[in-house]
């Protein structure tokens, strides 16, 4: 079974509609690019995945325990707190081996203790994609990773 299954979505803001009859599957270990212009529903598609939006028509299922996690194209306004605090938020809570969010902000080359509305955008992108892997997802969603 796919980890996520988008079946028959369609998904209007007004008039032409954004996504119609749009039907997709990933599977465990594949990898997917989009590809498209400006206002074509790419970022939409992406945060319906991520369950932040919900189609108009049409179903998105997940397989049981499915984790997703989105890096979205732009930094959240009022996000505070230390970067060891941002990264840990969604981390899921029974781990076992070495503190995930230790290693991924080691990996990551980031200061857990330094404030997080005082970094860099670069650096709170950064910040950003190591929260979305300590979450530890089945499917990870890059918006426009290279944006910054």
């Known amino acids: 079974m796919a980890l996520v299954m988008l079946n028959n979505i369609g998904l209007s803001f007004g008039d032409p509609a954004l996504l119609v009859d749009l039907s997709l599957q990933i599977g465990q270990g594949e990898r997917i690019c989009l590809l498209g212009r400006n206002g074509t529903g790419k970022s939409t598609l992406m945060k319906m995945m991520a369950g932040d939006v919900l189609p108009d028509k049409g179903d998105v299922v997940f397989q049981k ?79 426009e990773p290279t944006n910054h």
């Open 65 to 143: 325990n499915t984790r997703v996690a989105l890096l979205g194209q732009d930094v959240p306004d009022g996000l505070t707190g230390t970067v060891r605090e941002v990264v840990s938020e969604h981390v899921p809570i029974v781990q076992t081996g070495p503190d995930v969010v230790d290693v991924v902000l080691t990996r990551m080359g980031l200061d857990a203790e330094v404030g997080f509305q005082t970094l860099s955008v670069g650096l709170k992108r950064r910040t950003l994609l190591a929260r979305a892997l300590a979450a530890q997802p089945d499917v990870l969603l890059l918006d």
